[in-house]
């Protein structure tokens, strides 16, 4: 059986503070699997998960990225030919939130887009299954989003809550712009 269709590769990096659940995230989206022990991503590392849209068959190369300051450095080499960023905060844990426009603007200098204004981002606040914990003011971020036309997302890595909705949005968003760039 021959296949015609030319196959998209879409990276997407996923940034934020240690310890919010970057990999939880990925490994529920891509194995869905979930485990309670957190080890810490040393530089980075990627997992694939191939989809379909637009009746193009897609394979999405997501990027884990070490939330550790003294890995900041590394950000250039990863982030070349990133399609989509994916910008993760725990929403039990606000300064982790206050620090996501570093992260988001710290990823634009180093990648350096055409248009940074218009770069796909999408914010993913985790853990919303902790609801007695709760402590992001989600105006603010709310705020945050549409001010920067990002997309946002309340998640549970744990409890698989919204993780195929908002992994669907970064694939079209990471696809769009592939076309984009091709054209």
Known sequence: MSNNRKRH??????????????????????N?????????TIGADFLLKELIIESQVVQLQLWD?????????????FYRNSECCILVYEMTEPKTF????TWRSEFLTQLNPKDPDNFPFVVLGN??????DLK???????????????Q??????????NIDTAFEEVAKLAFKRDQEDEV
Do not use: R
């Open 65 to 77: 990225t070490a939330g550790q300051e003294k890995f900041h450095s590394l950000g250039a080499a």
């Open 127 to 132: 853990k919303c299954d902790k609801e007695s």
């Open 152 to 161: 946002h997302f309340e998640v549970s890595a744990k409890d698989n809550i």
């Open 32 to 40: 869905k699997q979930f485990t309670h022990s957190h080890k810490p």
């Open 136 to 150: 992001v003011d989600l105006q603010k971020v709310k705020a945050y989003c549409s001010q920067k036309n990002m």
């Open 9 to 30: 590769i879409n990276k997407v990096i996923v940034l934020g503070d240690s310890g919010v659940g970057k990999t939880s995230l990925l490994k529920q989206y891509v």
């Open 98 to 101: 206050d620090t996501i426009d």
